[in-house]
């Protein structure tokens, strides 16, 4: 009996070294995303609109974002539009993922409605309306990226 309870625990010591191991192994390399200027919005508004979605992407799991002249591995493009309305100030945007080739793998939309019909659609960007965007566009991109590992060889690193 003393021996079996020796035995049993080598044995077990073993398996959950091996268990370990191997989930070390599997473990991908991160994402590596590449978040280009924001197209549309003046310039200021645009380096903070990349700024923030960013900083919300690279505070993800297995997602890095890399600096400039980086291999990277997706890239995405942002589109943002302000149009005045009668009811406020609409604020659309369009969120592509492009892989190295330039191939558009995935394409996320959203809006949001702005209070005060303004001369200058922009004026009704706010620090919350700009982190409600990059939020959103943040969410639906990292949201996204298991199913691309699904359904391919995996995400391009």
Do not use: H
């Not at 070294?17 to 549309?40: D, K, L, M, S, T």
């Not at 380096?47 to 690279?58: G, H, M, P, T, V």
């Not at 505070?59 to 990277?72: I, L, P, S, Y």
């Amino acid at each position: 009996m003393r021996y079996s309870i020796g035995l049993l625990a080598a044995v077990l010591a073993a398996l959950a070294g091996v268990q370990i191991a191997c989930a070390q192994e599997e473990a991908p390399p991160p994402v590596r995303v590449a978040v280009n200027g924001v197209i549309g919005p003046p310039q200021v508004l645009s380096q903070e609109l990349r700024r923030e979605l960013a900083a919300l992407i690279d505070r993800q799991q297995n997602v890095v974002v890399a600096g400039k002249g980086k291999a990277t591995g997706l890239f995405l493009k942002w589109y943002v539009l302000a149009q005045t309305e009668k009811d406020g100030t609409k604020v659309s945007y369009v969120l592509d993922v492009e892989n190295r080739t330039g191939r558009r793998l995935n394409r996320f939309e959203g809006d949001e409605t702005a209070d005060g019909p303004f001369e200058n659609p922009w004026a009704v960007f706010t620090p919350s309306l700009t982190q409600s965007l990059a939020a959103k566009a943040a969410a639906s991109f990292t949201a996204w990226l298991p199913r691309l590992a699904l359904n391919s060889d995996g995400p391009p690193r």
